[in-house]
């Protein structure tokens, strides 16, 4: 490989000055801390600034917990950062500029009287043409992340590893993993034409199906190259070829690297097969505690403001800490990196200097390291809390070996924000940081307790103490508590057998004590129980005794104390004393029976067991009962006339209630023979239970009989030429109607038993038939219109049932004509003109055409058809000049489907003309002779 080394004058150069700075507690109230970051580079030993301007962004990350505080980008050479405190912070600078690196900076705590300056030294670059490289990756000492490129290499000063990438002439990539080192005053290729060619090809990881499916993080030692491989069974990746060093490999288990790593060298294949079929051995972290103890509060109650912080953190290696960067990458290799000599192995010295980095790297804001906020304000340290016993444990080994933890304690006063309120909330931040996967212990102040938190699943508590297992959270959030003082429980007896003030005698009552408490964990019953026999200290929430009347009497007192103990030791108490009562209560049972049939209610007496009820019937039931213990009486009413009949009241219980034949009756739900069948009238139970207050009861059963009172049935169908009515079927003039009774039935009676009677129109059709006679019968021949029929029928017991129907009789549809009248003037005589009016009846629905004819005088009609409300008809008049005299035939004729009908009748008689001159003459004769008799009996001689 050829290769052109040019020599680059240093561009960027990364060196810090890190003035010591003083505690925060030790800072002037509202004093600004201030960060100078002056860009430059060094050259024989000698500092100098920028002066060409170019972008930088500035990135400031919390040292303790490795978010970004501030970030910007500029194009100053000196930049001036206001910060609101100062917590420790690792300052990280980048340029897009090609080929312009800025050193690492190592962790600062800023000095909050005066301006902290930083450094940042621009790294010298050395520049090496390598025209058979792809592309490449490289990280250094003094870098923050891989740096990566293709053609010409340019990376900064220092010893590092690069990953090169080319195809060869057969087409197949390779990949080397390479150390170089650039120093000043060496290699002008950094040794790299030294290490060419490489390796050819890449190391093949390959594996079976091995029923493993999960992912498996891979690493070099000790450059900290890493890459997830997916793996579903079967795995065939390829890997770098290395000059030194070593792979290792974890399969992860939820994210997690498993305990023991898979290691190997270089080569050309490495089997996975063996590894992969054994069970991964689950990463066991280290245990971890920290406690916040609160101080007692004054004889107020007040919330105490300061609290001891303790912490005993360890972690295990595959967990770095943000002091540095590349946390993911693990503490050892983050020591081994920024601290040590980079080569895999963490020596005394270096674990040494680890612990004192990590125990300079003080801290006053608890919220920001995750402890917690008083009231939506931050938590502080009364002094600069300092890690102390920071250490690796063991203290060497190599970057990835097995088994090593780390960690370090704390301890220090924090002040927090309480107020006069009786509730406090602390507030407990969950990101993620390196402390706050451990659980957390609280003390809080006497008396004091957690009330209310909505991540309660996860909290233990009892009295003044809290436990938070944070472990089992897997989201970021806010853990929130809300404290109050603590209230004496408040206990309250629910008991069986007893009231407030009275027990039963002869019994064996049970109380059950509840405490009602602020806090519902932890409550301890007990009590103290005082009677004849002496004093008792019963434990636990019920009390169950006998108070046998061989030992007690009517009258005796019991006392008894319910108490309720919180987590505080604070005691609620609640007293009874109580007089034993075995008396019953006095009761009295009245039963009225209301029917419409009967014009006063009927009086039941409740001294006999049985009791016969009309059914249909209303039954008043009154109820009434007094103890004499002064308490209600409790009156229970059960039966079985409906499915979960209950009726209950105290002292009296009054109600009126429908009582029906039952439910085994005939009735529509049944097929035709079945609902025919002679059916058992109902007979059903009824339970009284009448009880005091403690339990004395008295109870009464009575069996309740329906007697018959329900009417028949009758469902009357109509048949019209035997078939069902129907919309298609519909009864005419000339239709066969016949009635059937199949579907009529009695509640309780045989079909047989019944006598049936049929009206129609106001008219008997028969009466008091029996079934075979009624089952099925015929109506006589209807005319068209409305018809009214009433069914009836009655049973053994005189119980009536009707049914009433309309049965409506159409007209044929074929147009059939009648004359109706024919009517003539009065006083009209032949020869004369004159009208004869006819009228014609249309007795079929059809309407039709009709000539209507009178001697040879003929006048054609329209005839409408008739319909359920009558007949149609129509008229016509015929004129005429000389009215005929005598009778004159009249005929009308119509035609139905071109066949021809008609029908005849005659005009009434017209008298001729001379017959009015005839009576005209015996008249005048008449008169004349009448008064010829008159004057001749006046005049005439004697």
Partial sequence: ???????????????????????????????????????????????????????????????????????????????QIILNDSEPIRPEIRTEKNGTYIQYIPTISPNPSETTNVRANISSTFEFNATEIDSWNYIGKQSIEWINGNGSIKIPEGNGWIETIYMEENNQFTRNLLSVNCEINGSLDCGFSNKWPASEGMQRLMAQDSGWNGSILVR????????????????????????????????????????????????????????????????????????????????????????????????????????????????MYQIDKFVGNWDGIINQEESITFSGNLESLGWNDAENIGCCSLNGEKMYASETIYPT?????????????????????????????????????LSIPFRGDLRDSTNLSIDLPNKWELRHSPQQDIIISSGENIFINRSELSVTGEITLNLEENDVPIPSIFSIGATENHIILDGNPSLNLSCQDSVQENTEERWRMTDKRGFSLIQGKYLNFSTNSDIFSEGDVIQIIGECVDSHGEVGSIERNLILDGTAPEWSFILL????????????????????????????????????????????????????????????????????????????????????????????????????????????????????LGSPVPRPALLVDGELFGIENIPNTESLIEISLQDSFDDLHSINDILWTAELNGIYLFENRSWEDAALFSIPSLNSGRHDLVISGIDLAGNIGHHSMIIEIHPISKPTLSIEDIMVPNGVLSGQPGDITVIVFNHGANPTDAEICIKNQCKLISVDGADLDGIGMSSATLSFDSLPSGLSPVTVQWSVDGQNYSTESTTPSIEPAWRENARFIIKIILIAYIIGTLFDRRFGST
Wanted: proline share 5%; hydrophobic share 35%.
């Fill in 1 to 79: 490989m050829g290769v052109k080394p040019i020599r680059l004058k240093p561009i960027i150069v990364i060196s810090i000055l890190i003035l010591m700075s003083t505690p925060i507690g030790m800072a002037e109230e509202n004093q600004e801390t201030i960060l100078e970051i002056e860009m430059g580079f060094w050259v024989d030993s000698n500092w100098i600034p920028l002066t060409i301007p170019f972008e930088f962004e500035v990135t400031l990350i919390d040292a303790w917990t490795g978010r970004i505080v501030h970030q910007e980008t500029t194009n100053e050479t000196i930049v």
């Fill in 220 to 331: 070099h030692s000790p450059s900290g190259w890493e890459d997830i491989i997916p793996v579903n069974g079967t795995l065939d990746y390829n890997l770098p070829r290395i000059e030194s060093g070593h792979w290792h490999l974890w399969r992860l288990i939820d994210g997690i690297p498993e305990s023991q790593s898979y290691s190997f060298d270089d080569g050309l294949f490495e089997s996975l097969d063996s590894w992969l079929s054994l069970d991964p051995n689950s990463s066991i972290s280290p245990s971890s505690t920290i406690t916040l103890d609160f101080e007692e509060g004054d004889e107020n109650s007040e919330f105490a403001e300061n609290a001891e912080w303790t912490a005993n953190i360890r972690l295990p290696s595959h967990i770095g800490h943000p002091i540095f960067p590349s946390s993911n990458v693990g503490i």
């Fill in 389 to 425: 016993g920071a250490h690796i444990d063991p203290a060497t080994g190599d970057v990835f070996e097995n088994g090593i933890s780390w960690g370090w304690d704390e301890s220090g006063t924090l002040i927090g924000n309480y107020t006069d309120s009786n509730i406090q909330i």
């Fill in 593 to 708: 029976e209301d029917h419409p049939q009967y014009w006063a209610q009927i009086n039941h007496s409740m001294a006999n067991s049985d009791i016969a009820v009309n059914a249909t019937s209303t039954l008043i039931i009154d109820i009434h009962a007094i103890d004499n213990n002064g308490d209600d009486v409790s009156i229970i009413l059960t039966s079985n006339r409906s499915e979960g009949w209950i009726r209950e009241s105290d002292n009296r219980l009054f109600f009126a209630e429908f009582w029906p034949q039952g439910q085994d009756v005939n009735g529509m739900h049944m097929d035709t023979e079945e609902r025919h069948q002679k059916r058992n009238p109902a007979k059903r139970w009824m339970h009284v239970s009448i009880s005091d207050s403690v339990g004395n009861t008295i109870e009464r059963n009575w069996t309740f009989t329906s007697l018959d």
